[in-house]
């Protein structure tokens, strides 16, 4: 039984962000003045059986994971705050290879995207039922045909816990994915050659379970020119690979870093995030649910 207090992300008088990088002519940002910005509060997908609540999500047609990418370079993008304190650093994981466009996803009903590179927030932007997760990892896209107009950007949450496996036994969960780049964090500015590597980065998340909806880039001018995909199914991290990447942004007396915080949570506005079997207006209920949504996770290895 998994117990969640539902709290609605209502359509509240908007706030301006404090966070907005949005200069020069009016009209060119959209961070302060935007009605379908992200991230935004998302709900699980709460069914009534018999006066029971269920989290049951709609079960989509599957994304189409293409990415053929067998290196990478892994480097940390950081900008200055306006307060003159340590510069706000994300780690950036660009895929590498020789053919062009081969690193795609086809999400049905959607189209075909290109993958530019995965950016690793911590902790999430994106919340459920207000719960924020320890980890979110968002790879950004092109839609094919829009000539770099129409992104795509699909997140993954990471999450620490115990996974058991097909025997009954419980052990940590673990990414192979973050495996593959945690012992070679850069500690500068460098980009550090990730090879051979493996480009996992949605883990042990069912590919037919996802919300869905049109919303902003979270940095820079916040363009609404996005297709957000947010997997429902969080995949596991160990508490080993989570310390290595926060360590890699402490603060320390050569390097005055810290992680770039998430964007605050931004009004609705009426959207609701496709990927329930129905939309409702009124608040989630508070109560427990049974969680037929089986959690996957990659158990001490990548999924």
């Excluded at 069914?47 to 990478?72: F, H, Q, S, T």
């Excluded at 993954?156 to 964090?185: I, Q, R």
């Amino acid at each position: 039984m998994l117990c969640l207090a539902a709290i609605a992300t209502g359509a509240a008088a908007y706030v301006a962000t404090s966070d907005s990088e949005c200069t020069g002519i009016m009209g060119n940002c959209l961070c302060d003045e935007g009605v379908t910005q992200s991230p935004i509060n998302l709900h699980t997908c709460n069914k009534e059986i018999d006066d029971e609540l269920y989290n049951i999500p709609l079960e989509r047609e599957e994304m189409e994971v293409m990415y053929g990418a067998e290196e990478g370079t892994i480097k940390r993008r950081c900008k200055a705050r306006s307060d003159g304190g340590p510069d706000d650093c994300n780690l950036v994981l660009i895929p590498q290879n020789d053919v062009t466009h081969s690193n795609n996803l086809n999400v049905p009903g959607f189209g075909v995207y290109n993958l530019e590179e995965c950016v690793i927030r911590m902790p999430a932007e994106h919340t459920v039922n207000n719960w924020r997760y320890a980890m979110e990892m968002q790879c950004h896209h092109t839609l094919e045909g829009t000539e770099g107009k129409r992104k795509g950007i699909v997140s993954t949450f990471y999450e620490n816990g115990m996974a058991e496996d097909e025997e009954g036994n419980k052990a940590e969960t673990s990414s192979g994915f973050v495996e593959g780049f945690a012992s070679k964090l850069p500690g500068g500015n460098e980009a550090i050659l990730l090879k051979p590597f493996s480009f996992s980065p949605m883990g042990g998340a069912g590919l037919t379970r996802y919300y869905s909806y049109r919303g902003s880039q979270t940095t820079g001018n916040c363009a609404e020119n996005v297709d957000w995909f947010v997997m429902y199914d969080p995949t596991g991290i160990s508490k080993a690979q989570k310390s290595k990447l926060r360590d890699a942004f402490g603060r320390n007396e050569t390097d005055q870093t810290t992680w770039m915080p998430p964007r605050h949570l931004q009004p609705a506005y009426g959207r609701h995030a496709d990927g329930c079997h129905h939309h409702h207006d009124a608040a989630p209920a508070v109560g427990c649910f049974v969680s037929l949504a089986v959690m996957v996770f990659s158990v001490l290895g990548r999924a």
